[in-house]
């Protein structure tokens, strides 16, 4: 099991609008910058949010980020097909002194 | 451009040792963390540690402690993640990433590694 949950999958229709959360603990989430990746099939992970709700360059503001207390919440709006990938929270955690990632959520784009 | 280009596809059988390699391009490779992140079906994303390649301080997760070794090579901008006895449970595809704080900036194409007798 990941140190982070995130839910498994989750699925919407093309110009709707998605949350992924990812649940932790006072000392990951609740101490630390979370970012978001971005894993399209086949492909590596992409840093699509980072520092809770920056994002980098080339990242299109459909995309957000945010956080509360021990949670983050990721947000698309205006799905596109091409948005189908896995979503992965990370960020670092005081105690383990270790990176850590959630589980990732697959999304689904009807 | 920010590149990180890793060595390709190893098939290995168990025993076996290995080291995989990441080369740098494009940023100053001495002055930015560079981690391996592992990547299994079963387990998702696992960060494994990261090495600062202007000192070669390294940090290890305590799951993979003593199970690899990280190191780098400043004259070539190269990352490296190397295994003296590899396991059939060390099969999964491995990833390079560069840091930005904590964050990974830019990853490498992944090195996918089988062992198996």
């Known amino acids: 099991q990941s140190v982070l949950t995130q839910s498994p999958s989750v699925s919407a229709a093309p110009g709707q609008k998605v949350t992924i959360s990812c649940s932790g603990s006072?000392?990951?989430?609740?101490?630390?910058?979370v970012s978001w990746y971005q894993q399209l099939p086949g492909t590596a992970p992409k840093l699509l949010i980072y520092e809770n709700n920056k994002r980098p360059s080339g990242i299109p503001d459909r995309f957000s980020g945010s956080k509360s207390g021990t949670s983050a919440t990721l947000g698309i709006t205006g799905l596109q097909t091409g948005d189908e990938a896995d979503y992965y929270c990370g960020t670092w955690d005081s105690s383990l002194t270790t990176g850590v990632f959630g589980g990732g959520t697959k999304l689904t784009v009807l | 451009e920010v590149l990180l280009v890793q060595s390709g596809a190893e098939v290995k059988k168990p025993g076996e040792s290995l080291k995989i390699s990441c080369k740098t391009s494009?940023?100053?490779?001495?002055?930015?963390?560079i981690g391996w992140v592992r990547q299994t079906p079963g387990k998702g994303l696992e960060w494994m540690g990261i090495?600062?390649?202007?000192?070669?301080?390294?940090t290890y997760s305590p799951s993979f402690q003593g199970q690899v070794t990280i190191s780098a090579d400043k004259s070539i901008s190269t990352a490296y993640l190397q295994w003296s006895t590899l396991k059939a449970s060390d099969t999964a595809m491995y990833y390079c990433a560069k840091h930005r704080g904590r964050d990974l900036d830019y990853w490498g194409q992944g090195t996918l590694v089988t062992v198996s007798s």
């Open positions: 006072s000392s990951n989430i609740g101490n630390n910058y």
């Open positions: 090495i600062y390649p202007g000192d070669s301080d390294t």
């Open positions: 494009g940023y100053r490779f001495t002055t930015s963390w």
